[in-house]
Nanobody
Framework: VQLVESGGGLVQAGGALRLSCAASGRSFSTYHMGWFRQAPEKEREFVAAITWSGGTTYYADSVKGRFTISRDNAQNTVYLQLQMNSLKPEDTAVYYC?????????????????WGQGTEVTVSS
């Protein structure tokens, strides 16, 4: 099982980044997926989630209107994206993708079974 994030980097405030996560090794096309982030010395927090079909999305209030989650359910590998616009210094964190087959709440870390290693995003002011 692999969830591999990419696309992080350094960007100025107001800029944009697109994160990607390639998920393989399971039938991830049937998994709900999400993005979480963890800033230094803070707990991991929910950013966005998307149901297995892509039909429903959820966003943290802090990113609503600026971030967009999407997915591509390819045959062997699922690609999860997070388009991040109008970035702010407070968006600085390590961003993780995660996957779960559990129904229900998708905004808590406990709901997810598989995690990637993370990709770092730094937004300078």
């Amino acid at each position: 099982v692999q969830l591999v994030e990419s696309g992080g980097g350094l960007v100025q405030a107001g800029g944009a980044l697109r994160l990607s996560c390639a998920a393989s090794g399971r039938s991830f096309s049937t998994y709900h997926m999400g993005w979480f982030r963890q800033a230094p010395e803070k707990e991991r927090e929910f950013v966005a989630a998307i149901t297995w079909s892509g039909g429903t999305t959820y966003y943290a209030d802090s990113v609503k209107g600026r971030f967009t989650i999407s997915r591509d359910n390819a045959q062997n590998t699922v690609y999860l994206q997070l388009q991040m616009n109008s970035l702010k210094p407070e968006d600085t964190a390590v961003y993780y993708c995660a996957a779960t087959r559990k129904p229900g709440v998708l905004i808590t870390t406990a709901s997810y079974d598989y995690w990637g290693q993370g990709t770092e995003v730094t937004v300078s002011s």
